[in-house]
């Protein structure tokens, strides 16, 4: 059974920091690329990062999260990380882990996802 597990959300300052972790099962890791979109109420799920199998450094970030997010991948640990940092009451939302099966690092759909994790939620409040 394929399954991709996140952890890490919760509740945080603006300007603070968070890491999320998915950790995949039930499919080769290493050979697919992963993503993190997320979803705030009343809006469309969008792409937040990505990162191309075997973690060859074809990384993709949206606009609105360069410059404080990155993402990582550890392919013995089956694990993609999402590190957040100076967060804004926008980031707020529930955070999604994806494998892909196909991937742009120009743009990333959710089109292309062929599995999503179960969410977490991020929180960013005074």
């Known amino acids: 059974q394929v399954q991709l597990v996140e952890s890490g959300g919760g509740l945080v300052q603006p300007g603070g920091s968070l890491r999320l972790s998915c950790a995949a099962s039930g499919l080769t890791f290493s050979t697919y690329a992963m993503a993190w979109f997320r979803q705030a109420p009343g809006k469309e799920r969008e792409s937040v990062a990505a990162?191309?199998?075997?973690?060859?450094?074809?990384?993709y970030y949206s606009d609105s999260v360069k410059g404080r997010f990155s993402i990582s991948r550890d392919n013995a640990k089956n694990t993609v990380y999402l590190q957040m940092n100076s967060l804004k009451p926008e980031d707020t939302a529930v955070y999604y882990c994806?494998?892909?099966?196909?991937?742009?690092?120009?743009?990333?759909?959710?089109?292309?996802?062929?599995?999503w994790g179960q969410g977490t939620q991020v929180t960013v409040s005074s």
């Open positions: 994806a494998a892909l099966s196909y991937y742009d690092d120009r743009d990333v759909r959710a089109k292309w996802v062929r599995v």
């Open positions: 990162i191309s199998s075997w973690n060859v450094g074809n990384i």
